[in-house]
């Protein structure tokens, strides 16, 4: 039913997080690594921090592995590193975690372990040298940070970029565990429509350090969409045609996206009203704002604001059909 923003490209190889594996290497991890090594990596962070605030390619990639070279595509200077600069830029950066891995062998694969409670998580990782360095650094503001995840390697006493991540870490406050606990808390009230938008958005915010990143919630997050997706699907059936109204609009979607510095839900629907005849149209959308709640229990009880999307020809991805939009506040 919902769907979220997507904000960032993720890009390449690795991760999870602290002190198993195979073979004997050794992981230290935030305060009891080496304070050179730290420092050394802090001043590394830094610099490739600012380089992505520059949206500098040129400028990061003569920090990266040969092979981290020739695994890239256009979409990492393209894509990623706009969104990267968007999200960063002009925020005060944060480690999250970081980890000192030494006495690696080439073929080892790192286990790392870090958080607690419900925040509890793991990392893998593939060393590729016998000394590696994972920094996790978190960006952004209270709308959406994102995490910057790093894996260095020492290779001849020079410390290069062997992997990089860039994925969400929270939206609107709140990551992925919050998200889910938010949810939770939506679906005892029966506000379903939230409770799918929002774990909509914790699904954004799953894997902040890449593919190989893991809450150790995961397996009850999906016991719980899987059974708030029937228990939703059951309650609404979309598209949805309001027979109440003499024009008969049909719902066909709710989706969320940024209003005003906040997530807002919009209302997707298709009328017979001539979308060019904006008194008729109006009139209908102040008919069919009475029923939203009714039919979307809770929808107006937890947003501040609804908005609405009109059509009359449905756009299918080819097309640019004319639409109309309205803003219903609530709170």
Not at 56 to 79: H, V, Y
Request: proline share 3%; charged share 20%.
């Amino acid at each position: 039913m919902s769907k979220c923003l997507s904000v960032l490209v993720c890009v390449l190889l690795f991760s999870q997080s602290c002190i198993s594996g195979t073979g004997k290497n050794n992981v230290t991890q935030n305060d009891k690594i080496d304070r050179q090594v730290k420092a050394t990596v802090d001043a590394l962070n830094s610099e490739v921090y600012n380089i992505m605030c520059e949206n500098n390619f040129e400028k990061l990639s003569q920090m990266f592995t040969d092979t981290l070279q020739s695994m890239l595509g256009p979409d990492f200077a393209g894509k990623f590193m706009p969104n990267m600069q968007r999200v960063m830029k002009d925020k005060k950066c944060r480690i999250y975690d970081e980890f000192h891995i030494t006495h690696a062998r080439p073929h080892d694969t790192v286990t790392l372990s870090s958080g607690t409670g419900d925040n509890a998580y793991t990392l893998i990782i593939k060393p590729y040298a016998p000394e590696s360095f994972v920094a996790m650094l978190i960006a952004g503001d209270s709308l959406n940070e994102v995490m910057l995840t790093l894996t260095y390697i020492n290779v001849k006493d020079k410390w290069k970029i062997s992997g990089l991540y860039g994925e969400n870490y929270s939206l609107h406050r709140k990551n992925a565990i919050e998200q889910y606990h938010a949810a939770e808390a939506l679906q005892k009230s029966s506000y379903l429509t939230d409770a799918v938008a929002t774990m909509g958005m914790a699904k954004n915010c799953m894997t902040p350090g890449g593919r190989t990143f893991q809450y150790k919630k995961q397996t009850e997050i999906n016991t719980f969409v899987d059974t708030l997706i029937k228990q939703t699907d059951n309650k609404y059936t979309l598209p949805y045609t309001f027979n109440e109204m003499k024009t008969k609009p049909k719902i066909l979607d709710i989706q969320y996206q940024i209003f005003n510095g906040d997530f807002a839900p919009l209302i997707v629907y298709q009328s017979s009203v001539n979308v060019a005849d904006t008194v008729a149209l109006k009139k209908e959308n102040d008919d069919l704002q009475k029923y939203t709640g009714k039919l979307f229990y809770g929808i107006d009880k937890v947003n501040k604001t609804i908005l609405y999307r009109v059509y009359n020809e449905l756009p299918n991805g080819q097309n640019n059909p004319r639409y109309y939009g309205y803003i219903e506040k609530v709170i």
